[in-house]
């Protein structure tokens, strides 16, 4: 019984090994932040009225004014082996501007996917995650400035849809995507898709990535008053380009420059749809973000951007010549003070229009120009 029973004992031991050793490696993670910031304007006023609030510049996440809140973000990520989920969960008026195209319980979903890594070169993604275009992010803690850019804030935020993700050599990669229209992030309305596109080429002392954007943003009209209105916009198309470099191990350089033009569209006439006379609109700009490092828990840094807007653009500036042309130059001095996982970031931005764009102190009248102060607390874990 003996020279019976050890054969099968150990047979056993080592098909439990076996199982033990393919059994895919399971890995959970959960990372966040929370942020708070209080704003005030130097050259105007700083309450909001029951017709009018406070001039802020037009760029997203800190526009309100006196104390506020930014936004809690709470990120789970699990994967199994080959595959895994990303739940990204944003909840405040920073994430409710985030995700301002969704309905319902969904308006805290900052981004929800499941990935399959096919090889060591591929991965596929489906489901709703944050925008490849532009340099800076949603989240405060992976920015510099605590306020965003106009570039930024006038793209995308979000894409739904499917992607490809392909290293195609130690340096460079490259991304292809079919998504919804920019910012639908839990279905789609227009009936149209928009392609997206991403070259990267990524370095120990730098990188740089070149995107792409395409497609219909609200659908084609047909005739039964879809659309929410009796116009549809033609296709949109972006290209972006941002880099980095660090120059030495205290000073970095970045850069981030966009064109985004929309062409005219169709709309309901007395004899059916028309496509509408008039030129393409959009937007274009270029910031540079110099960013030095005094000590391991204190820097400081500037972003100064220049943005235009032409055939009355994205509706960023809201006041235009006779062409529909707007710009501006804003210039962002901000100070980052680590506190172990605390940042806090201390701000000063001056907004200089072609256009009287801010109302003034008196508020009987506007202005080009608005200087603000902001004092941020980001914490992260």
């Known amino acids: 019984m003996k020279k019976i029973y050890l054969p099968f004992v150990l047979l056993f031991a080592l098909n439990s090994y076996a199982q033990e050793e393919d059994a895919p490696t399971k890995k959970f993670n959960i990372s966040g932040s929370a942020d708070v910031y209080a704003r005030f304007n130097l050259n105007s006023f700083n309450r909001n009225y029951d017709d009018i609030d406070a001039p802020a510049p ?94 930024f804030s006038y793209g995308p935020f979000s894409h739904t849809g499917i992607k490809a993700d392909f290293a195609l050599s130690n340096e460079f990669s490259a991304m292809v995507a079919v998504m919804n229209p920019t910012d639908y992030t839990e279905f789609n309305p227009a009936g149209t898709y928009t392609l997206g596109a991403q070259l990267g080429y990524a370095k120990d002392a730098g990188s740089a990535y070149l995107n792409f954007l395409y497609g219909d943003q609200d659908g084609k009209l047909d005739g039964k008053g879809n659309n929410g ?38 709309t309901f006439t007395d004899t059916g749809i028309q496509d509408v006379d008039g030129d393409d609109y959009g937007f274009y700009g270029a910031a540079v973000y110099l960013q030095y490092s005094l000590s391991e828990t204190f820097a400081l840094g500037t972003r100064a951007e220049y943005f235009k807007e032409f055939n009355g653009g994205a509706g960023a500036l809201g006041v235009y010549d006779s062409d529909g042309d707007a710009g501006v130059f804003a210039v962002t001095l901000s100070g980052n003070i680590v506190l172990g996982d605390l940042m806090l970031i201390p701000e000063v931005r001056l907004d200089s229009a072609d256009q009287d764009i801010f109302t003034n102190t008196d508020i009987d009248g506007t202005q080009e120009s608005l200087a603000s102060l902001l004092l941020a607390a980001v914490y992260k874990f």
């Open 58 to 151: 037009a760029t997203s996440f800190a526009n309100h004014p006196g104390f506020a809140l930014g936004m809690a973000n709470v990120i789970m990520s699990y994967e199994t082996g080959k595959v895994g989920a990303v739940v990204d969960l944003a909840y405040g008026p920073r994430g409710e501007d985030a995700v301002f195209n969704s309905i319902g319980s969904s308006n805290i979903i900052n981004q929800l996917y499941v990935y399959w890594n096919v090889s060591d070169k591929v991965t596929l993604s489906l489901g709703n995650w944050n925008t490849y275009l532009g340099y800076e992010v949603i989240s405060p803690t992976a920015n510099f400035n605590y306020s965003t850019s106009y570039m």
């Open 229 to 266: 209105g009796d116009v549809s916009a033609g296709s949109t198309f972006q290209v972006d380009l941002t880099a980095g470099l660090d120059v030495s191990d205290e000073f970095y350089l970045g850069f981030n420059t966009t064109y985004n033009t929309t062409s005219t569209g169709e």
